[in-house]
């Protein structure tokens, strides 16, 4: 069967005006009340999102701009579905170390990206998918972001003009028949940045363009000899058999100015988690220029299931 974008997730659409980032990690609970608890939540999801999607629609007609990802970690499928084979490139994500800098591994079982136009949908979503799991679950991360001017990251550069445009998307976010039992599912790099943004607005524009590799203003693509050497847009690249691979990015700015807090939340989703994770290792491998006014915070993977598949789960056909 072909990739079928209908029966995803919201993997590969809009970063969307307000969004929400929610880890969780299980209590120490038996398994069992776990994975019955999950079974319940996979369907009554489905249900509050087509729900919220219609309190959100406009008298106009306009349809609700309510995009949700849920995901499950590798240690969480090993406490719901021990006897399940997993998705062929799902794993515990673990630190990972270049010359100078770290990607630190953190802990998480469930993991939501929900995002709408109105914000008071993705508050509305986020509580209620918490009266059914607070009992179960304790937050590890709750992370609010916004759609920064013009679509830029919170450094003030265009985000996403290397990312697959949205008609061509799907295919390099949706699993395909290289793993039949989980097509249209997605692997999720969830990753947080804080910034030292005192230090980067300091630098001269000239340099924040060259440690980027674009220009600010225009956003075009500077000539590799004006680059820095570290420039984000060279580090970031991952190259299979002479050809550049791409997943889907979604940076997502977050700031408390009041404390001097912000950052970007970094969201990968991807075909193939071993693309992801080769980007990483060479932003690491060759000291990519964000890392040296950056701390990451949190990083973890998280499979996100198809809906057939959440229906799957939520009949009990996961063991």
């Not at 209590?27 to 069992?32: G, H, N, T, V």
């Not at 270049?98 to 995002?115: C, S, V």
């Not at 590799?213 to 820095?228: A, I, S, V």
């Amino acid at each position: 069967m072909p990739i079928n974008p209908a029966v995803a997730q919201d993997v590969w659409k809009d970063i969307g005006q307000s969004v929400q980032f929610t880890v969780l990690k299980f209590k120490d609970l038996p398994a069992e009340e776990l994975k019955e608890v999950f079974e319940a939540f996979a369907d009554r999801s489905q249900a509050i999102i087509r729900s919220l999607r219609i309190r959100d629609g406009q008298n106009d007609g306009t349809p609700s701009q309510l995009k949700v990802a849920i995901g499950v970690s590798n240690h969480a499928w090993d406490i719901l579905f021990p006897n399940t084979t997993k998705p062929k490139e799902l794993e515990t994500y673990e630190t990972l170390k270049g010359p100078k800098y770290e990607m630190p591994a953190t802990e998480g079982d469930l993991f939501f990206h929900i995002r709408a136009n109105n914000q008071a949908i993705v508050v509305e979503c986020q509580t209620q998918f918490m009266k059914f799991l607070k009992e179960y679950t304790e937050v590890l991360d709750s992370t609010q972001g916004f759609r920064y001017f013009e679509g830029r990251a919170i450094i003030g550069f265009i985000d996403g003009t290397e990312a697959p445009a949205a008609e061509d998307a799907a295919p390099y976010a949706i699993i395909g028949d290289e793993d039949p039992d989980y097509e249209n599912g997605s692997y999720a790099f969830a990753q947080k940045w804080r910034h030292d943004m005192d230090f980067w607005n300091k630098m001269k524009t000239e340099h924040q363009e060259k440690a980027v590799g674009r220009e600010k203003f225009t956003d075009l693509e500077l000539e590799d000899e004006d680059k820095y050497q570290n420039a984000h847009n060279v580090a970031s690249q991952y190259d299979e058999n002479g050809e550049e691979q791409k997943i889907i990015r979604m940076n997502v700015p977050y700031s408390d100015p009041a404390t001097g807090v912000t950052g970007t939340y970094f969201m990968g989703y991807s075909r193939y988690w071993h693309v992801t994770k080769g980007m990483l290792i060479n932003m690491l491998d060759q000291s990519d220029f964000l890392l040296t006014f950056s701390d990451i915070l949190t990083g973890q993977l998280f499979f996100i299931p198809s809906r057939e598949t959440l229906a799957q789960i939520a009949d009990g056909e996961f063991n």
